[in-house]
């Protein structure tokens, strides 16, 4: 049961915006039950889009949700520095697990 | 709204540890409940669920036959029984409930702490 994909890495500047891509299949992405969690070192993850792109009471606006096909993205405007975190997409699967996660992408704000 | 994980610790392989979760704040037995873990330094692995009555469960292909999930409504709590741990099992392990009351599979708006399993000789 393969995971999602995710790039391991990214990175921008303060003030910039990023994008992170979570590729799947017929499946898992291609139903609109994807979501993103963000994780810093040694805590809990924390949901920060849920649907594709529906936002958490609580979570800022700076964080939106997209999906084309068999891709979801997460995207961050405004870059700040505590935006710097692991961040993992998720999904239902209809075959084999019930759920799936990608591999993870580290957000270095620079 | 909380949940609190207990129950990690170090095991052998081959032996059995029982996992539990204790939740407040919100109304339990709404919810359907996930078990995820986290090998340390690695990501997010999806481990089993139940259904708010626990007419329906599910198991990631690694775990199934090994760990069972359960839950006592009666005491806001879930369980994840683990039976012939191996040392790939090692791991933070998360409870997590699902955002929308029923819905089982979908996304997770609380998660606990985590609690560690270390299977080791």
């Known amino acids: 049961q393969s995971a999602l994909t995710q790039p391991a890495s990214v990175s921008g500047s303060p003030g910039q915006s990023i994008t992170i891509s979570c590729a799947g299949g017929?499946?898992?992405?291609?139903?609109?039950?994807v979501s993103w969690y963000q994780q810093h070192p040694g805590k809990a993850p924390k949901l920060i889009i849920y649907?594709?792109?529906k936002r958490p009471s609580g979570v800022s606006n700076r964080f939106s949700g997209s999906k084309s096909g068999y891709k979801a993205s997460l995207t961050i405007s405004g870059l700040q520095t505590e935006d710097e975190a692991e961040y993992y997409c998720?999904?239902?699967?209809?075959?084999?697990?019930?759920?799936?996660f990608g591999g993870g992408t580290k957000l270095t704000v620079l | 709204v909380q949940l609190v994980e207990s129950g990690g610790n170090l095991v052998q392989p081959g032996r059995s540890l029982r996992l539990s979760c204790v939740a407040s704040?919100?109304?339990?037995?709404?919810?359907?409940f996930h078990w995820v873990r986290q090998a340390p330094g690695k990501g997010l692995e999806w481990v089993s669920a139940?259904?708010?009555?626990?007419?329906?469960?599910d198991y990631a292909d690694s775990v199934k036959g090994r760990f069972t999930i359960s839950r006592d409504n009666a005491k806001n709590s879930l369980y994840l029984q683990m039976n012939s741990l191996r040392v790939e099992d090692t791991a933070f392990y998360f409870c997590?409930?699902?955002?929308?009351?029923?819905?089982?599979?979908?996304?997770?708006?609380?998660w606990g702490q985590g609690t560690l399993v270390t299977v080791s000789s």
């Open positions: 139940i259904s708010w009555n626990s007419g329906s469960t």
């Open positions: 649907d594709v792109s």
């Open positions: 997590a409930k699902t955002l929308h009351p029923i819905v089982v599979a979908g996304a997770f708006d609380r």
């Open positions: 704040g919100f109304t339990f037995d709404d919810y359907a």
């Open positions: 017929n499946s898992d992405v291609a139903y609109n039950y």
């Open positions: 998720s999904s239902y699967r209809s075959s084999s697990s019930l759920v799936v």
